[in-house]
């Protein structure tokens, strides 16, 4: 068992830039593949990035590649999200997702990511 909590979601101007940090508690952090995912009204959740359990293999969705980058800190249980270059169409509430205990490879189904954060939400003004 994990619980995530997402932090430094709110309002920035287009071209701006966000970090959002996600803390996990609970079982080792390590254990954990590591996903955010995002869901703007109306529309469904979707994948935004992933990296692996030591962090050394990072996935992107192509709307986000070249201005969003995913990390981890193992020591202090984090991974965030830095996100630059913001558009509008990045507006939406952002979740950090963690797979269930064991599993390995980064996917971008949300049906495979078994904990979820409460979602912070990110607005990017036009």
């Known amino acids: 068992q994990v619980q995530l909590v997402e932090s430094g979601g709110g309002l920035v101007q287009a071209g701006g830039s966000l970090r959002l940090s996600c803390a996990a508690s609970g079982r080792t952090f390590s254990t954990y593949v590591m996903g955010w995912f995002r869901q703007a009204p109306g529309k469904e959740r979707e994948f935004v990035a992933g990296i692996s359990r030591t962090g050394g293999s990072t996935v992107y969705a192509d709307s986000v590649k070249g201005r969003f980058t995913i990390s981890r800190d193992t020591a202090k249980n984090l991974v965030y999200l830095q996100m630059n270059s913001l558009k509008p169409a990045d507006t939406a509430v952002y979740y950090c997702?963690?797979?269930?205990?064991?599993?390995?490879?980064?996917?971008?189904?949300?049906?495979?990511?078994?904990?979820w954060g409460q979602g912070t939400q990110v607005t990017v003004s036009s």
């Open positions: 997702a963690a797979r269930l205990e064991g599993r390995s490879g980064i996917v971008v189904a949300t049906r495979e990511y078994g904990y």
